[in-house]
């Protein structure tokens, strides 16, 4: 009969752990979703930007802010860029529907981006950065600080994917699948 209790109570111990593991096993996940989901001190600043748009307007970045979004930096003289243009308009164009955002970052002037795009017009917004978008890319991190880089962001704002290079269909087919 003792052999009956301490197996019981060995029983009752390793309930009682495996509960106190799960407890502690939620929190560490809920601790670390809620880390994950703050943003970094770079992504932080991004949606703090504007950037002048070719009427003069100035866009704010938080306009984006709460769906997935692919932000394109890109410029008139950067043959791989200008490239990849229609395919991320064609992304927009099939995706929008389902909540997807593009905005291209030309790190250009606005006489060669407004020639550009008077001959190859684009559905989603385009905006100047000038020689500075360069330093934007770099703290989203483009090291390099070539071009075309794309970075994707997620609904709650974070980075989810960067790209340094030309896009192909398959990296956008593969985007367009997140849940983000």
Same mark, same amino acid.
């Given at each position: 009969?003792?052999?009956?209790?301490?197996?019981?109570?060995?029983? #009752?111990?390793?309930?009682?752990?495996?509960?106190?593991? @799960?407890?502690?096993g939620g929190l560490a996940w809920r601790s670390a979703q809620r880390q994950s989901s703050?943003?970094?001190?770079?992504?932080? =600043?991004?949606?703090?930007? /504007?950037f002048s748009q070719l009427d003069g307007v100035a866009l704010p970045v938080a306009v984006?802010?709460?769906?997935?979004?692919?932000?394109?930096?890109?410029?008139?003289?950067?043959?791989?860029?200008?490239?990849?243009?229609?395919?991320?308009? +064609?992304?927009?164009?099939?995706?929008?529907?389902?909540?997807?955002?593009?905005? @291209? =970052? +030309?790190?250009?002037?606005? +006489?060669?981006?407004? /020639?550009?795009?008077?001959?190859?017009? #684009?559905?989603?917004?385009? +905006?100047?950065?000038?020689?500075?978008?360069?330093?934007?890319?770099?703290?989203?991190?483009? =090291?390099?600080?070539? =071009?075309?880089?794309?970075?994707?962001? @997620?609904?709650? @704002?974070?980075?989810?994917?960067?790209?340094?290079?030309?896009?192909?269909?398959?990296?956008?087919?593969?985007?367009?699948?997140?849940?983000?």
């Amino acid at each position: 009969m003792s052999t009956a209790k301490s197996s019981r109570r060995g029983w #009752l111990a390793a309930a009682a752990g495996l509960g106190f593991a @799960g407890v502690g096993g939620g929190l560490a996940w809920r601790s670390a979703q809620r880390q994950s989901s703050a943003l970094s001190e770079a992504e932080n =600043l991004f949606w703090q930007q /504007q950037f002048s748009q070719l009427d003069g307007v100035a866009l704010p970045v938080a306009v984006f802010k709460g769906k997935p979004l692919m932000l394109n930096f890109w410029a008139t003289w950067c043959p791989p860029c200008v490239e990849e243009l229609p395919l991320l308009n +064609a992304f927009f164009n099939e995706n929008k529907s389902k909540g997807w955002q593009v905005f @291209g =970052l +030309a790190v250009d002037q606005m +006489a060669p981006v407004k /020639q550009f795009l008077k001959q190859s017009p #684009l559905d989603f917004p385009v +905006a100047l950065a000038g020689f500075a978008g360069i330093e934007v890319s770099k703290t989203l991190g483009n =090291l390099s600080g070539g =071009l075309p880089f794309t970075v994707v962001f @997620g609904s709650s @704002g974070s980075v989810i994917h960067r790209k340094m290079g030309k896009l192909t269909a398959s990296d956008l087919q593969v985007w367009s699948h997140m849940s983000a």
